[in-house]
């Protein structure tokens, strides 16, 4: 950023420029009016205080690191929601691990994953030395496309050469399609993991995610919907399986007075004090759900006349819990970019990002196959994540929709000035 003339120049990719030199100049000079007083962040905690006396309990019995009545109270509330059973672990990363492993991935196998997501999605693979293969998005859900698998599992039957397992993500608080998903799956035999890790609280058809595949993982990092500043937690169907996952999160210990030890196992389990934390988080998550949708149904009605918006959209098959406010951007409509908006709003000290970058189009993973592609680079390419937080002011809500109101009549000004 520099200054030029007494105006911050902001230094920003035009992905459209405008027709001539003149008009570019001035939209690129775009500078906010107001500035927040302080920055108003993309997802933060928000604590409740019910989960104090918890904690406490954790500190006054002294049970403080994996083993603890908070630990068992926190799993029961996550089965008494979700069915079957849970295993609290120290993130969703670790639990996505053991539950491929848990799957029977091995090295040298296959396992599918949604191209649109974080890369703690699909790292896990790495870990067991397999190969991830990633599938394309719709524009239905941005979640992977039910058509497309079917298709690539299909044409790998006929070579018999099918995956392990597939990862299917949940994205942004939406639930995939998952009945024609877990349908084609089971045709072909091919296990799936649901990473709910972004989707506690959504519901498919009325049941909600994480236990209605073979196995599922949810997070409750520091900008989750819910949050213990860490921690995750693998839920299955089947008991044996979680004791397994289990067993392998506490160094896989077998029985006995001395530290036996058969398997390979890994220091993958929740503390009793964090899970103090998540179990007072639990008990208000309902209260969350509501209140992050209600941030995203505000933006939405509150930008509902400026064209080139677009909010994610709403899945009529289940209840899109909108953990981060999502919207396209269509910059011949808009007059900006989606980096130029997220630049115009940091000089306003607003937070706001990209879509997730696909995992095809990362360094890490540019030798793995890909099945399409081009609507998970476009949603990337155009999909901004604005603050979503549950505890976001009415005041500092509609101080982000004036300003981004602010960057589109700005830009349409400046746009037909520099057009002159």
């Not at 200054?3 to 570019?24: C, E, M, Q, S």
């Not at 896990?124 to 990633?134: D, S, V």
């Not at 044409?155 to 639930?175: D, E, M, T």
């Not at 890490?364 to 505890?391: K, M, Q, T, W």
Request: charged share 20%; with cysteine.
């Amino acid at each position: 950023m520099i200054l030029i003339g007494g105006l911050v120049n902001l230094r920003l990719d035009i992905a459209a420029p405008p027709r001539n030199l003149r008009a570019r100049n001035v939209i690129m000079s775009l500078v906010p009016s107001a500035r927040a007083p302080k920055l108003i962040y993309l997802s933060v905690p928000h604590m409740s205080g019910r989960e104090v006396p918890y904690v406490m309990e954790a500190f006054s019995s002294n049970w403080l690191t994996c083993i603890g009545k908070n630990i068992d109270e926190a799993e029961a509330l996550v089965t008494k929601r979700l069915g079957g059973h849970a295993v609290a672990l120290t993130s969703g990363t670790a639990g996505i691990h053991l539950a491929l492993k848990i799957l029977g991935v091995k090295a040298g196998d296959e396992v599918a994953c949604s191209d649109l997501t974080f890369a703690g999605s699909c790292n896990p693979i790495l870990y067991e030395h397999a190969k991830p293969i990633f599938l394309d998005a719709d524009y239905a859900s941005w979640n992977i496309d039910p058509n497309l698998l079917a298709d690539f599992l299909k044409k790998r039957a006929q070579v018999n050469k099918l995956p392990k397992a597939l990862i299917v993500v949940h994205l942004f608080g939406q639930s995939a399609d998952l009945d024609p998903i877990m349908e084609t799956c089971s045709r072909y035999g091919v296990l799936v993991l649901e990473d709910a890790a972004e989707a506690l609280g959504t519901l498919y058809k009325g049941r909600p995610v994480g236990t209605i595949a073979d196995a599922g993982v949810l997070s409750f990092n520091g900008n989750k919907i819910i949050t213990c500043t860490g921690g995750g937690m693998f839920v299955s169907n089947n008991k044996a399986h979680c004791d397994k996952v289990r067993y392998w999160s506490t160094q896989a210990r077998d029985p006995g007075v001395n530290y036996l030890h058969s398997e390979v196992g890994y220091n993958y389990r929740m503390s009793n004090v964090l899970a103090g934390i998540l179990r007072g988080q639990l008990e208000v998550l309902d209260e969350r759900v509501e209140q992050r949708r209600a941030v995203a149904f505000r933006y939405r009605d509150g930008l509902k006349d400026i064209p080139g918006l677009q909010l994610m959209p709403q899945a009529d098959y289940g209840l899109h819990t909108n953990w981060l406010t999502c919207f396209l951007v269509d910059p011949a409509k808009f007059g900006l970019s989606q980096i130029q908006l997220i630049q115009f709003l940091k000089e306003a000290n607003i937070e706001s990002r990209p879509i997730w970058k696909p995992m095809h189009t990362q360094k890490l993973y540019e030798h793995a196959e890909c099945v399409g592609g081009s609507v998970a680079e476009d949603i990337n390419a155009r999909g901004i994540c604005f603050p979503s937080s549950s505890s976001l002011s009415l005041e500092d809500q509609q101080f982000i929709i004036d300003r981004i109101r602010e960057a589109y009549q700005m830009a349409k000004d400046q746009s037909r000035y520099g057009a002159q």
